[in-house]
């Protein structure tokens, strides 16, 4: 490998999901669930978001930055809920997947973005909530083809130069 830009598709290993969270209607709690269906024009069937969010179907974040905002908000353990993403994924750099298409089960998905904290982070996770998530918050992505995923399925990234 000569040339920086075939580093951009290796990857140690692939990831795996490990919690996955919907919010069935407006003002709810996320609640957690064992698999979802997703498909390309709506996004995650049953969230309340389906059908509106474009590039933002389904969120993703690190399994990895959760202690890391935990012991920045001066708590033990983060429940994944309380960040109101959709997919925790462990064992892969999410930031580095940027504009790269992930495959989950029989699900691809292309990462968009990252996901930036919403001013409710500081209401959720308390004074300075807001800031402890920043650099932390996940990514955004769009669904290329639809699928069910489920916890503990295998997350690997779609290499693009082959």
Same mark, same amino acid.
């Given at each position: 490998?000569?040339?920086?830009?075939?580093?951009?598709?290796?990857?140690?290993?692939?990831?795996?999901?490990?919690?996955?969270?919907?919010?069935?209607?407006?003002?709810?709690?996320?609640?957690? *669930?064992?698999?979802?269906?997703?498909?390309?024009?709506?996004?995650?069937?049953?969230?309340?978001?389906?059908?509106?969010?474009?590039?933002?179907?389904?969120?993703?974040?690190?399994?990895?930055?959760?202690?890391? %905002?935990?012991?920045?908000?001066?708590?033990?353990?983060?429940?994944?809920?309380?960040?109101?993403?959709?997919?925790?994924?462990?064992?892969?750099? !999410?930031?580095?997947?940027?504009?790269?298409?992930?495959?989950?089960?029989? %699900?691809? !998905?292309?990462?968009?973005?990252?996901?930036?904290?919403?001013?409710?982070?500081?209401?959720?996770?308390?004074?300075?909530?807001?800031?402890?998530?920043?650099?932390?918050?996940?990514?955004?992505?769009? *669904?290329?083809?639809?699928?069910?995923?489920?916890?503990?399925?295998?997350?690997?990234?779609?290499?693009?130069?082959?």
């Amino acid at each position: 490998m000569d040339n920086i830009k075939d580093l951009f598709d290796v990857f140690p290993r692939s990831g795996r999901v490990e919690w996955i969270g919907i919010r069935p209607e407006r003002r709810v709690a996320v609640e957690a *669930v064992d698999s979802i269906d997703v498909s390309e024009k709506k996004g995650i069937l049953g969230d309340h978001y389906s059908g509106q969010s474009g590039n933002r179907h389904v969120t993703l974040i690190q399994a990895e930055h959760l202690p890391v %905002v935990a012991a920045l908000t001066g708590r033990d353990v983060l429940d994944p809920a309380v960040v109101r993403r959709n997919i925790v994924v462990s064992g892969l750099n !999410l930031l580095a997947l940027k504009d790269h298409k992930i495959q989950i089960g029989d %699900v691809v !998905l292309q990462i968009t973005g990252q996901c930036h904290p919403c001013s409710k982070m500081e209401t959720a996770l308390g004074p300075g909530g807001y800031n402890a998530m920043r650099g932390h918050g996940g990514m955004t992505a769009k *669904v290329i083809q639809g699928g069910s995923l489920r916890v503990g399925d295998e997350v690997m990234p779609v290499r693009q130069n082959l």
